[in-house]
Each structure stands twice: as structure tokens, then as C-alpha cells.
């Protein structure tokens, strides 16, 4: 069981992936703005971020750069998620270090797979290095 958050101003959205990502077996909680997000990321010291691009008060792209700046999250994995589907956004993401992009609207079965690939590659990487 991975303890996720899911940032995402659309509440339904949102919803909507908990539940998916619950019913494989994941603790998941919920922010709903860039305020809130780099607050729940210390306080939950999560296994995964999902990440939408656009969100009220700050970007996602904001809070990408913070968390990629901050030592304490090194290494979290996170998937970013938005309606725009343009090939410079997503290059633009995987340069500030997300680790996987979806494009919204996506089946919650893509994002559990996506997840779950993430989690494996980062307990995976987590063992190499304690050896």
C-alpha cells in the first residue's frame, strides 16, 4: 500500500481518482489547490504525487520546480496530469522532472497502471541504494 496525493482543483476529478487508486489498494489523499499542495507533500510523506497542471494560485509547474528544488522530496515520484494536451507542455514537464504526463480526459485504469509502474521503479531504485 502506497500513501498518495492527488492536487487536482476539480473535486470530481479528483474523486474520481482516489477511488480508483483506492481500489488497488493505495491510502490516498486530496488537495485542491498549489497553496495546500507543498504542505500536504511534508505532511504526508507520500510514495507518489499526481499533479495537475492548472491550478488556482500556483501551477503545477510550480510546484514541480519546488519539489524537484527540495531535498526532503528527492526522489518522489510524480505523474502530471492536464486538459492540455500540447507536446511543449509535456516537454516542458518532463524537463522539470515529472515522471509521467497524462492527458485529460484518460480511463482511471491508464493512471493506476502508471502509478503502479512508478511505485515499482521507485521501491526498486530505494533498494539499489541502500545496497
Do not use: C, W
Not at 58 to 73: F, V, Y
Not at 113 to 123: N, W, Y
Amino acid at each position: 500500500m502506497a500513501r498518495i496525493i492527488i492536487v487536482d482543483d476539480d473535486e470530481i476529478m479528483a474523486e474520481i481518482v482516489s477511488e480508483a487508486l483506492e481500489a488497488a489498494g493505495h491510502l490516498v489523499s486530496a488537495v485542491h489547490d498549489g497553496f495546500d499542495a507543498m504542505e500536504a507533500i511534508s505532511r504526508g510523506d507520500p510514495d507518489l504525487l499526481v499533479l495537475d497542471y492548472n491550478l488556482p494560485g500556483r501551477t503545477g509547474m510550480d510546484i514541480l520546480r519546488e519539489i524537484r528544488a527540495s531535498p526532503r522530496a528527492e526522489g518522489l515520484p510524480i505523474i502530471m496530469v492536464t486538459a492540455h494536451g500540447g507536446r511543449l507542455l509535456m516537454i516542458r514537464a518532463d524537463q522539470t522532472g515529472a515522471d509521467d504526463y497524462i492527458i485529460k480526459p484518460f480511463a482511471p485504469a491508464e493512471l493506476v497502471q502508471r502509478a503502479e509502474a512508478l511505485l515499482l521503479s521507485s521501491r526498486i531504485t530505494r533498494a539499489a541504494l541502500r545496497l
